[in-house]
């Protein structure tokens, strides 16, 4: 019964915390470098959707498997919500398992930023979008090993899909 029991907690954690961020964590720093686009909170409420807002701006979570990209096999670019730019490619996209789109790399590594994130006792490491520091989602170590191995593991919520 124990057994199951920390199995239960196991999976619930991973379901929870295992690949993004939570609500309200990690607010943009003071001493944060500055960005290229930079608006009021007041205009990226008007600019974003509500769930794009709470995933880049507050740094919040979609759940897994139940998110727009997940379980897309169309292709095509994920766009940032906030600016449009082109940051994923469908053909860098693998199914994880996870329940969130996860890519292998970026289209273009000088358009995302890695930085580190301590959040909640883990150690992990948050990607955002460069020109603005928004929230994306988080990259880990356990990609596929012949394709670099990098798991991109991204919000739906951050991003526009366009199709080819």
């Given at each position: 019964?124990?057994?199951?029991?920390l199995?239960?907690?196991?999976?619930?954690?991973?379901?929870?915390?295992?690949c993004?961020?939570?609500?309200?964590?990690?607010?943009?720093?003071?001493?944060?470098?500055?960005?290229?686009?930079?608006?009021?909170?007041?205009?990226?409420?008007?600019?974003?959707?509500?769930?794009?807002?709470?995933?880049?701006?507050?740094?919040?979570?979609?759940?897994?498997?139940?998110n727009?990209?997940y379980?897309?096999h169309?292709?095509?670019?994920?766009?940032?919500?906030?600016?449009?730019?082109?940051?994923?490619?469908s053909?860098?996209?693998?199914?994880s398992?996870?329940?969130?789109?996860?890519?292998?790399?970026?289209?273009?590594?000088?358009?995302?930023?890695?930085v580190?994130?301590?959040?909640?006792g883990?150690?992990?490491?948050?990607?955002?979008?460069?020109?603005?520091?928004?929230?994306?989602?988080?990259v880990?170590n356990?990609?596929?090993?012949?394709?670099?191995?990098?798991?991109?593991?991204?919000?739906?919520?951050?991003?526009?899909?366009v199709?080819?």
């Amino acid at each position: 019964m124990k057994r199951l029991i920390l199995i239960a907690i196991t999976a619930a954690s991973v379901s929870l915390f295992g690949c993004q961020n939570i609500s309200g964590q990690n607010k943009v720093a003071a001493n944060a470098p500055k960005r290229k686009v930079v608006k009021t909170d007041a205009e990226w409420k008007k600019t974003l959707s509500p769930t794009a807002y709470e995933i880049m701006v507050e740094r919040g979570t979609e759940p897994p498997f139940k998110n727009a990209y997940y379980d897309n096999h169309e292709k095509g670019i994920y766009v940032s919500a906030a600016t449009g730019e082109p940051l994923f490619s469908s053909s860098d996209k693998f199914e994880s398992g996870t329940g969130w789109p996860s890519f292998v790399k970026p289209i273009d590594r000088s358009k995302v930023e890695v930085v580190h994130d301590t959040s909640y006792g883990m150690d992990r490491d948050e990607v955002i979008e460069k020109s603005t520091g928004f929230h994306l989602g988080h990259v880990f170590n356990d990609g596929p090993a012949d394709r670099g191995g990098k798991r991109y593991c991204m919000n739906s919520g951050a991003f526009k899909f366009v199709k080819k």
